[in-house]
């Protein structure tokens, strides 16, 4: 890989994708930033590190997609250095991720501008860094603070006034803080307040073996379990060079492709109650229904958990189990071209979704969005297209983009990708290879290193991962697309009225548990 005016010395990892890793000094982490931003890459992932039980230091690490594939940056620092140059001004999506990261490990973006905490609630020890290797696993309880206030930037002027939302909500989803600053019913300003839902997944990564994590990763976020678990089976093959049976690749992509279809089913059904249409949330939870139980009677599981296994997948699928995925999807798509037919002819319902909560292809580039709500807003990124991998690399994915960026646009790129993976799985089934499905694994070498990038149907899912003796997990970062995502939510909102808000956050439908971490 080459950054364009720097001499930087990448080494390819051996992955299906390109993905390339540098060691660079201060200097030339923000001088790479600034070429990535300028040839139109983006920031994917920014972690921390600490290698002193190897005998090194802590470590700032960046994850970027360019032109030729992923670049993953790797910044040492030096010995009592605890802070990095700040990447937020030419990326403005690192905010929270390296005020994360300062919580975890004690690692600062230097002169930030935003330095509160953020996984950090108050309530940890004073000074207390999960993420270090000497941390306690629990804090006596003698040490722990009480929960602070957080300090929300206040919006002054005649006639605003603010509505707290949250943690704590009226249904079943996961906690988040939402403070609107508004005006009569106008939204001025959102700021979220998240983390509630910090699991410490990370430190628990560290005290699992590397054959055992993968079933770790796939609860980093349930409605992504095939994708999380297939980047880190991906990175752990990487790292200790084992290739997977053709036919376990095959198998992987029929369930990503099942797993993006259950997700939109799902999602569209929920945008329709959200805009008073509940005949929709009735039909698309009774086609998610059907779509999942067959996923359970194939796979196992409701949501293929535990299927992508280290080496290829857990579970082979015979040949009428296979006819039967078929022929599902043409049940499926018959149903769903009725019902896009009821949502596209609805007034009522094109009245609540076209013109709100839009992002425009400008702003969503500026500000990193990705995933389905980047190709939304016009942003043609789409891993299965970008950088194909087996067995996509042969499939022809089509990419599903809409240049509306309002609540329409995330509606429709939702429609036209459960057709497309529908396609997809009947390719997939009609071609399935016969074969093994598993690979004996290599003993992980001490201080092997590998990374996996999967197009989830959210977005691009990363992990990173470092071994150490015996096959120990020195660190492994899962980041989920959220993180990204979820300040753009922020300025999506802006303009438009309060009752508007649940459906503009359901059509981003970003990840708590993935984004806490």
């Not at 972690?47 to 910044?75: E, K, P, Q, T, V």
């Not at 700021?191 to 079933?215: D, N």
């Not at 094109?350 to 702003?363: H, S």
Request: with cysteine.
């Amino acid at each position: 890989m080459q950054i364009t005016g720097l001499d930087i010395a990448f080494a390819r990892l051996a992955a299906p994708l390109p993905i390339w890793r540098a060691s660079v000094d201060a200097d030339e982490w923000s001088a790479a930033a600034r070429a990535i931003a300028a040839g139109g890459g983006r920031l994917v992932a920014l972690w921390g590190a600490d290698r002193r039980r190897d005998g090194d230091g802590f470590a700032i690490c960046a994850a970027y997609a360019a032109l030729d594939g992923l670049a993953w940056l790797d910044l040492p620092l030096r010995a009592g250095a605890m802070t990095y140059p700040d990447l937020a001004p030419v990326f403005p999506s690192a905010v929270r991720i390296q005020r994360a990261s300062a919580d975890l490990l004690g690692i600062a973006a230097a002169a930030a501008a935003d330095t509160r905490p953020w996984l950090d609630h108050g309530a940890w020890p004073a000074d207390h860094r999960p993420l270090r290797h000497d941390a306690p696993l629990w804090a006596p309880a003698a040490t722990l603070r009480p929960a602070a206030n957080y300090d929300f930037v206040r919006v002054e002027g005649d006639g605003v006034h603010e509505i707290p939302v949250g943690p704590v909500h009226a249904g079943i989803i996961e906690p988040g803080h939402f403070r609107f600053s508004i005006v009569g019913e106008k939204v001025l300003r959102l700021e979220q307040r998240l983390g509630y839902v910090h699991k410490g997944i990370e430190q628990r990564f560290t005290q699992l073996s590397a054959l055992e994590a993968h079933r770790l990763a796939g609860r980093v976020s349930g409605d992504t379990t095939v994708a999380f678990a297939w980047a880190y089976c991906m990175a752990l093959e990487v790292a200790v060079r084992c290739g997977i049976p053709e036919r376990a690749q095959w198998l992987r992509a029929l369930m990503l492709e099942r797993e993006r279809v259950a997700n939109h089913l799902g999602d569209l059904g929920a945008l329709g109650n959200d805009a008073a249409l509940a005949f929709a949330l009735a039909q698309f939870s009774r086609l998610r229904e059907d779509w999942q139980r067959a996923s359970h009677a194939a796979f196992g599981h409701r949501l293929m958990m535990d299927t992508v296994a280290p080496g290829g997948v857990a579970v082979d699928v015979g040949s009428a189990m296979i006819d039967r995925l078929r022929d599902q999807c043409d049940a499926i798509e018959r149903e769903v071209r009725t019902l896009r037919a009821i949502y596209d002819e609805h007034a009522g319902l094109q009245d609540r979704f076209i013109g709100t909560g839009r992002v425009t292809p400008q702003l969503a580039a500026q500000l990193g969005l990705t995933g389905l709500a980047g190709r939304a807003s016009g942003q043609l990124a789409d891993l299965r297209c970008d950088h194909a991998w087996p067995p996509y690399d042969g499939l022809g994915v089509r990419i599903a983009t809409q240049r509306g960026g309002d609540v329409a646009a995330r509606v429709n790129v939702r429609f036209d990708e459960v057709f497309e993976s529908l396609r997809l799985i009947r390719a997939l089934c009609a071609g399935l290879p016969g074969g093994v499905v598993q690979a004996d694994m290599p003993s992980p070498a001490t201080g092997a290193i590998g990374a996996g990038w999967i197009e989830g149907w959210r977005g691009e899912v990363l992990v990173a991962l470092e071994l150490g003796a015996g096959g120990t997990i020195t660190r492994c970062h899962c980041h989920d697309p959220s993180w990204h995502n979820w300040p753009v939510l922020e300025h999506a909102v802006i303009g438009n009225i309060v009752p508007d808000f649940p459906l503009i956050n359901k059509s981003f439908n970003l990840s708590y548990s993935g984004h806490d971490g």
